[in-house]
């Protein structure tokens, strides 16, 4: 079984080559990719992800690299939106759950023209390659499932990598290796 490092030097000589960024060889399906890890490697992967994007440069990868933190989305949405304070308090006086729908309902999660993917629609140029992060930070506020689908929706042109900290078997996502995120719409592993 390879490392974390060969998958990750794996995974930067892939998104190089110019049939990864024009989706050939998958079957007429959108590019979306999985790239899991373990969770405790996360600051590795961070780590990479932040080297990666500092050295693209478009004139000579062919592509921009735009990485997306849910996490950095959904607090910028909040506080744009003047509602960290409020949620503060009503998750203490509601619980989780309640803030989880609430926060659900705000940002429209469920819906292609919500406010994650509106924002991350925005601001995608030509010729790039997409990186989603964050995933964990944001469990259980935000459930990578619902994210993947709502692009989908919208986003049809460029690959798109959410890096997962958990297991996805082509088919399920284990996050934090016990926790399932159901009902997951289908990616390509981006390695083995």
Do not use: W
Request: glycine share 6%; charged share 30%.
């Amino acid at each position: 079984m390879p490392s974390l490092e060969e998958r990750l030097d794996k995974a930067e000589r892939m998104i190089k080559t110019p049939s990864f960024r024009q989706n050939k060889g998958l079957g007429n399906e959108v590019g979306y990719y999985v790239f899991d890890y373990p969770a405790e490697q996360e600051l590795v992967v961070r780590e990479r992800i932040e080297y990666l994007k500092a050295k693209n440069a478009k004139s000579t990868d062919g592509f921009e690299l735009v990485v997306f933190d849910l996490y950095d989305i959904v607090i910028g949405i909040l506080e744009q939106e003047g509602f960290m304070e409020q949620c503060f308090q009503f998750e203490k006086n509601k619980g989780m759950a309640h803030i989880v729908k609430a926060v659900g309902n705000l940002l429209q999660i469920d819906n292609d023209a919500g406010m994650i993917v509106q924002y991350i629609q925005e601001r995608i140029p030509e010729e790039t390659v997409i990186f989603i992060t964050g995933i964990g930070k944001c469990y259980p506020l935000l459930r990578s499932h619902k994210v993947l689908n709502s692009l989908h929706q919208v986003i049809d042109r460029v690959p798109v990598v959410m890096f997962y900290p958990g297991k996805y078997d082509g088919q399920e996502l284990v996050l934090f290796s016990k926790i399932k995120d159901d009902n997951y719409y289908r990616a390509f592993r981006l390695v083995d």
